[in-house]
């Protein structure tokens, strides 16, 4: 069965330095999105990209965000200058269908923890 | 806002009862779906219902939906410790049927 893969599942950095999160969509779908999840706590939007570009994004994803796919199959969340409270497990997901609703295909998650 | 609140936050239940969990939200929605979260995983999806449905089964589950209070339930049914996980509901925006926002959870414990 077709699946969102991420790497790295964990990742440690130092406050202050780049992250890049990647995400393999499942290969037919059309939209794409990164959620973030501090631990237990509720699922957050970041952002969905569409044809190629930021559809829509929430209040969290500032400047210090931003998302790219780059070569028609990885889509990647970068973070510029990490803080303490971008801490938490982000997930990719996609969805193939257009004009209908479907349903979210999440990957497992890429735990980041902050020090 | 238009994501969801799930209510109870945490629900303990014994093996063959039914648990019901309870979703509310604010905005006019073009659908509504439930997923389910085991601990430290990815979400996986359960269920959809459109916002002209009431009521939609899928195996042990029962979803309703009742656009006027601006509500939804899931109903598990005879349920399994296996059923133990977090479980999210999300509501699709008129706007765009597509970008869905989660609520906070519930979280479901079944003893064996």
């Known amino acids: 069965e077709p699946e969102v893969t991420q790497t790295p599942s964990h990742q440690v950095t130092q406050m202050g330095q780049e992250v890049i999160l990647r995400c393999v969509p499942i290969?037919?779908?059309?939209?794409f999105y990164w959620y973030r999840q501090i631990l237990g706590q509720k699922v957050e939007f970041l952002v969905s990209?569409?044809?190629?570009?930021?559809?829509?994004k929430s209040e969290i994803f500032d400047d210090q965000f931003s998302v790219e796919r780059p070569d028609g199959s990885n889509f990647t969340l970068k973070i510029r200058s990490t803080k303490l409270e971008d801490s938490a497990m982000y997930f990719c997901?996609?969805?193939?269908?257009?004009?209908?609703?479907?349903?979210?295909?999440f990957g497992e998650g890429s735990r980041l923890t902050v020090l | 806002s238009q994501q969801g609140e799930e209510d109870p936050q945490a629900l303990s239940i014994q093996e063959g009862e039914n648990a019901t969990m309870n979703c509310s939200y604010k905005?006019?929605?073009?659908?509504l779906q439930w997923y389910r979260q085991n601990s430290g995983r990815g979400l996986v999806h359960l269920i959809l219902?459109?916002?002209?449905?009431r009521e939609k089964h899928s195996g042990r589950l029962r979803v309703t939906l009742d656009t006027s209070k601006k509500s939804s339930s899931l109903l598990i049914t005879a349920s399994r410790a296996a059923d133990t996980a977090s479980y999210f509901c999300?509501?699709?925006?008129?706007?765009?049927?597509?970008?869905?926002?989660f609520g906070a959870g519930t979280r479901l414990t079944v003893k064996p």
């Open positions: 290969s037919n779908h059309l939209y």
């Open positions: 219902i459109r916002s002209n449905e």
């Open positions: 999300a509501t699709g925006p008129m706007y765009n049927n597509n970008d869905m926002r």
């Open positions: 990209f569409y044809n190629n570009e930021i559809s829509e």
């Open positions: 905005t006019s929605i073009n659908n």
């Open positions: 997901a996609s969805i193939g269908t257009s004009g209908s609703p479907g349903e979210l295909f």
